[in-house]
């Protein structure tokens, strides 16, 4: 009977590493590939790791979908993608703007601004990066998202 307990916990052990690590998300933004001088236009990226107590998920959850379904409408926007983790409180999301005066608007467009009050409550740990570079060099996957958040150089946390 030991051993079979051994073994049980050693299964659901990995099994629960392996589902904390699952993550779910839109598709991730895709532009038009630029050559030329189209490549080197600037463009403002903006990146999010949010950090969320499970107790108050639900709300954030609620407001980050009305802020995903108004994205198509943002003017400047070229892209964006949101991820989260499947079973654990992490979230990352990823917005290309065409200009910093879009990416400004956005901020302080009704349904962000509502959406942070409303689940504020809910982030435990926020960091955010936003660069100014050319198209060519924008991440190509969520691998390069997260790498690029993971360099401290030019990153912003809150709530911690």
């Not at 955010?128 to 030019?154: N, Y």
Request: glycine share 6%; with cysteine; charged share 25%.
């Amino acid at each position: 009977m030991t051993l079979y307990r051994a073994i049980r916990t050693l299964v659901l052990s990995s099994l629960a590493s392996l589902l904390g690590a699952c993550a779910i998300g839109t598709p991730f933004p895709k532009l038009a590939v630029s050559t030329g001088e189209a490549a080197e236009q600037p463009v403002v990226l903006v990146l999010t790791k949010v950090v969320v107590d499970q107790d108050r998920r639900a709300e954030f959850d609620r407001q980050n979908s009305r802020v995903i379904a108004s994205m198509n409408q943002q003017p400047g926007l070229l892209g964006f993608g949101a991820r989260r983790e499947l079973f654990g409180p992490q979230g990352w999301t990823i917005t290309i703007w065409a200009d910093e005066a879009s990416r400004a608007a956005f901020m302080r467009s009704g349904v962000h601004g509502e959406a942070i009050l409303r689940s504020r409550q809910a982030i435990v740990a926020a960091e955010f990066k936003r660069l100014t570079l050319p198209r060519r060099d924008l991440p190509k996957d969520w691998d390069s998202v997260l790498q690029m958040l993971a360099d401290p150089q030019g990153r912003r946390s809150y709530w911690e």
